[in-house]
Every structure is written in structure tokens, then in C-alpha cells.
């Protein structure tokens, strides 16, 4: 059974720092792109970055550009995801994504 499992999210005040893991298991995805996505009250699904299989190459939203990085260990199965100068506008459910997996989701909450 293919499982994406996200943790490291919780509460933290703005201008902090959170780093979310997501380990897969089941199969590998070394050969595969990764990514977050989050998803905020009221609102829908929205990209946040990705990651290609190598590692070499990623993108992100405008919105964490600069703020957020993406890894990745395909040794462990595992993309990561660290965040600096949360916002409170980055409070989400944040979901991993790879191929057509999805991650059950982790709680970030940044308060002003």
C-alpha cells in the first residue's frame, strides 16, 4: 500500500521557522517529482513547490519564493520542506504530492 505521511506542522507566531517532512512508503519515488501543496480555510488547493526527481530542480510559488525550500532524500523517501518568515497567511493544511498520491495533510498556524 502506497502511503505519503506529512508531519512537523503546528502552531507557531509569525517571522518563525517550521520544517515539514513527508515520507513515503510503498514504493519509491526516486524517479518521480514531489511536492506541497496547501490548502487554507475557505479556500482551494494551491501549489506551494516542487521538486524534480534528481533534486537539481525547483519551483515554488510567488508567494513563499525566497521564504520556503524544497529537498528532498531519496535514500529515506523522503521531500522536505522548510519555511522561514511564516506569515500569517501561510496557515494551512499543507498536503504532499507525488505521481497521483496525496499525503493526508499537516496543520500550519502562524498567528500575528
Known amino acids: 500500500q502506497v502511503q505519503l505521511v506529512e508531519s512537523g506542522g503546528g502552531l507557531v507566531q509569525a517571522g518563525g521557522s517550521l520544517r515539514l517532512a513527508c515520507a513515503a512508503s510503498?514504493?519509491?519515488?526516486?524517479?518521480?517529482?514531489m511536492g506541497w501543496y496547501r490548502q487554507a480555510p475557505g479556500k482551494e488547493r494551491e501549489f506551494v513547490a516542487r521538486i524534480n526527481r534528481s533534486g537539481v530542480s525547483t519551483y515554488y510559488a510567488d508567494s513563499v519564493k525566497g521564504r520556503f525550500t524544497i529537498s528532498r532524500d531519496n535514500m529515506k523517501n523522503t521531500v522536505y520542506l522548510q519555511m522561514n518568515s511564516l506569515k500569517p497567511e501561510d496557515t494551512a493544511i499543507y498536503y504532499c504530492?507525488?505521481?497521483?498520491?496525496w499525503g493526508p495533510g499537516t496543520q500550519v498556524t502562524v498567528s500575528s
Open positions: 510503498g514504493r519509491s519515488f526516486s524517479m518521480s517529482d
Open positions: 504530492h507525488a505521481v497521483i498520491y
